[in-house]
């Protein structure tokens, strides 16, 4: 009766792995599509002016929109944003292309020959590992096959 059970779960979890196949194929294809497309943008012009769409909590979008007094503050010298554009994938291309070449390095050697702090690359190689471009193992990363 156990085996039977076991049995019926592992076909009915085969069949849904065979449905939701080209789901996740079509999806791998379009994340390429993406980064082809984001890479063309950031490569052509220096005049990228679109801003990354920002991110909102469930929290911050039940609650009402009130309008706030904003006194003008003097500009400050320095007052842009520093760093890249968020989500720009700049960093994320250097890491793959890093892992792809050393495989078997760590996070900290890697930040060494990239020249970034291993904090910085902790955060990138999780959104990479999550992305499924690189894997982790035993605290060495290695690219991924596709």
Known sequence: M????????????EKRCVELEPAVSEFNSLQQYLNILVDAGLAGSDDVTAAPAQRTSEKEKAAPVKAKA???????????KRGRP?????RDKQVVRAVSANPGLSVSEIAAKLKMKPNYLYHVTDSLQKKQLISKLDGKLFPTTS
């Open 86 to 90: 968020a989500g720009s994938g700049k």
């Open 70 to 80: 904003v006194a003008a503050k003097p500009a400050a010298s320095g007052s842009k």
């Open 2 to 13: 156990t085996q039977d059970l076991l049995s019926s779960h592992i076909k009915q979890a």
